[in-house]
């Protein structure tokens, strides 16, 4: 029996404009992930506009390319109707693409600036997921990528509070709520990864954990959702990326502890 009203998506009107919800909680999850981020930067030895700075080029570009990266995956649709494919504000938008976008721009902005592009990396890695963890729940406010149906007796089974299972009550029927599952598993990310930085490990070796925690949580929560992009027929292309990325750090690790000399820790200056 559905209990609760669904809560509206739109935080709140500004004459004809609607903000959502949905863009509130991405604002708060970029400030918050700064806010940690930048504390940990000065201590480190950044300048305190230097991240400031990087942000301003790459949170637009992040949101530019992950709309690409949403286009290209659904091509078929935006071919019929280009004239779509700038419409962001109805939706369909890929982390993976923001963070190619972020991950590109923080490299180039590095070389620029003569800074170490793994130590920047390594410091901010927490706050990525920290952005990641609060991003979800703009999803929950939307109704979207949610899981399989699933009873509300399972829901109730999981513990959760009356709001988050009547959230997923949709059209009659209720769903995993993965959004959550992906937020869990993205905020024990950030507590090892905190724990990670007295442990001192080698520069780099921080970031390449983020995106290997990252992606190995992705696959598997992945395979649970109704709304996933496809690369060729049943195959999930945030499954593929998942573990390309994973490939790709392990190789990088194992390569950087035989190759890279002198050792230069998290903590070096």
Known sequence: MNLLQVID????????????????????GIIIAFLVAQREM?????????????LIWAVP???????????????????????KIIEIWNGGIAIHG??????????????????????LTDIVAPSILIGQMIGRWGNFMNQEAHGGEVTRTFL????????IIEQMY??????????????????IGVIILILLRKVNLRRGEMFLFYLTWYSVGRFFIEGMRTDSLYLIG?????????????V?????????????KPVVRYQDK
């Open 9 to 28: 998506p739109v935080a709140f009107s500004l004459g004809p404009i609607e903000v959502r919800w949905y863009g509130v909680i991405i604002a708060f």
């Open 42 to 54: 000065v201590k480190r030895g950044f300048h305190e506009e230097y991240l400031t700075d990087l």
């Open 61 to 83: 570009i992040a949101i530019i390319s992950a709309r690409i990266y949403y286009v290209i995956f659904k091509w078929d649709f935006y071919s019929q109707y280009p004239e």
């Open 98 to 119: 923001a963070l190619i976008g972020s991950f590109l721009t923080a490299y180039f902005f590095t070389k620029k600036r003569g800074t170490s592009f793994w130590k």
């Open 156 to 163: 109730e089974n999981l513990m959760l509070p009356n709001w």
């Open 170 to 187: 949709i059209e009659g029927k209720y769903y995993h709520p993965t959004f959550l599952y992906e937020s869990i598993w993205n905020l």
């Open 234 to 246: 049943e195959l999930r292309t945030a499954q593929v990326v998942s573990i390309v990325t994973v």
């Open 248 to 260: 790709i750090s392990i190789i990088l690790f194992v390569y950087r502890r035989m190759t890279i």
